[in-house]
């Protein structure tokens, strides 16, 4: 996909992961945008998600003062502040030294690492117009959703940088 970044360079939080509390979808999404590892369930119970996020080395990010308290989460936990995503982005990118340059390496939707796809492996699954004129694509190994360097991609890249600097 050629995401301005230089094949086998570093990628921003590579080795962090993280899991999202039910409050925060919206922050999960833009970390994904970003390229880090965050896993989101929209309804999960507070036992379940410490399970989960301890089994799985998962920092907790929360708005809930008690779930930040919990013993089990102590040091494996962040309370997240802000009641605007932006806000919350720039927390944790503070917090844990994330920037943009995994940018649109990781799906959306499901949170699996994108693999880099040939033209021709995606000519059925996407629009004719989009196969004309794209040339790197990526494609999700679960979800099989296909990603490309559309135009709304400089303005998501806009839409970051304005919310990590704030
Ligand atoms: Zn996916």
């Not at 799985?56 to 809930?64: A, F, G, K, M, N």
């Not at 944790?92 to 799906?107: I, K, N």
């Not at 000519?123 to 989009?130: L, M, S």
Request: proline share 4%; glycine share 10%; aromatic share 8%.
């Amino acid at each position: 996909m050629g995401a301005g970044r230089p094949a086998g360079a570093p990628v921003s939080g590579e080795g962090l992961r993280f899991f999202a509390d039910s409050m925060l979808g919206k922050l999960a999404r833009w970390m994904r945008t970003i390229g880090c590892d965050v896993e989101y369930e929209r309804s999960i119970e507070d036992d379940a998600l410490i399970d989960r996020a301890l089994r799985e080395d998962r920092i907790v990010l929360t708005r809930d003062t008690l779930l930040v308290m919990r013993r089990r989460l102590k040091g494996r936990s962040f309370f997240v502040e802000s009641p605007v995503v932006a806000g919350q982005l720039r927390a944790v990118a503070e917090r844990f030294g994330l920037d943009s340059t995994g940018f649109l390496t990781r799906c959306l939707r499901c949170n699996a690492v994108l693999e880099r796809a040939g033209k021709e492996a995606v000519k059925e699954r996407v629009p004719p117009y989009v196969y004309q004129t794209q040339d790197g694509f990526s494609v999700c190994p679960e979800c099989k959703r296909v990603y490309w360097a559309g135009t709304h991609r400089e303005g998501m890249v806009r839409e970051i940088e304005r919310m990590l600097k704030g």
